[in-house]
């Protein structure tokens, strides 16, 4: 019995509550991560796991060996790490972002990024959601707006400026608005998973202001946000980097430059933990970087968190 191998499924199956999960990430069949799970426990002389058809539970020595098995886990990694040097990048980095972002300012950075650190590897997660990262076994996740969770750190890397946006032919058919409140006459495109949904904000120079808006289209998909835009549907609040060149083409035409959109914070968010592999460090600074010199995602001069 390869006991760390038991471990490390005992651990995962803990985390994603589910055999066959673990099986899909490992590429093995989940009669194996039973096996040796099952292993664990005749090794051990007790039960880890109570199994009903949809869920695990841990017993209370298993809630002990957990704890335990997590330790020994990162203190394997960090031996694992020590023989090639803490500093050097190496393994699969395991990444999550929202689906455009990723496509229009992660994606694209990747092949510099491998290039200066040729032994990693990025298996990339894309959701216009916040994911589980524990449950998805993620190393790092980039994630944009203010909601935080206590359980993971973040990083802030940049800033997503936000505007204010839609086509020259849908202004000249339905006019520009002047003030935020004339939204409330136009086509606006909601996007579901913005926190406030159809509540947008905008700041002047002396105060914050909040209007309802409304239209024909909303959706969960940043990326069908900039379809509809782009095919001239109506209005949206939408980030710089996500229309910038056909903004600079004039393809697009941004209003209410008096009033801005109010922007969101871009974190790099990972797990608590007594050892950071190399690779993410190394991702975080990297973005930090690539991030700073690109005025569409820069936080030069934001305030921090």
Known sequence: MDRIACMQ?????????????????????????SKQIAALEKYLGVQ?????TTNLSLTEEGKKYYQYCQQILETVAEAEASLVGKERAIGILRLGCPVLFG?????PRLNAFMTRYPDVKVDLMMADYFVDMVEEGLDLSIRIGNRQDNALISDRIGTTR??????????EKMG?????EELGKHQCIVYTRLATVNEWHFQDKERLIKVQVSGCFQTNSSV???AAVLSGLGIAIAPVW???????????????????????????VYRRSRFYPAKISCFID??????????WVSDYGAIAD
């Open 103 to 107: 496509q229009m300012q992660v994606v």
């Open 48 to 52: 880890l796991l109570t199994r009903s």
């Open 286 to 295: 990297f973005l930090k970087l690539e991030f700073k010199l690109d005025p």
């Open 162 to 171: 936000r505007v204010t946006v839609a086509t020259n032919h849908y202004f």
């Open 242 to 268: 996500m229309f910038g060149d056909e903004i600079y083409r004039g393809d697009l035409k941004v209003v209410l430059q008096d009033y801005q959109p109010t922007p969101f914070p871009i974190h790099a």
């Open 9 to 33: 499924s005992f651990v995962r199956a803990i985390e994603m509550n589910s055999f066959s999960a673990v099986a899909r990430e490992q590429q093995t069949t989940q009669p194996t991560i």
């Open 176 to 180: 520009e608005p002047q003030t935020p």
């Open 224 to 226: 069908a946000v900039r």
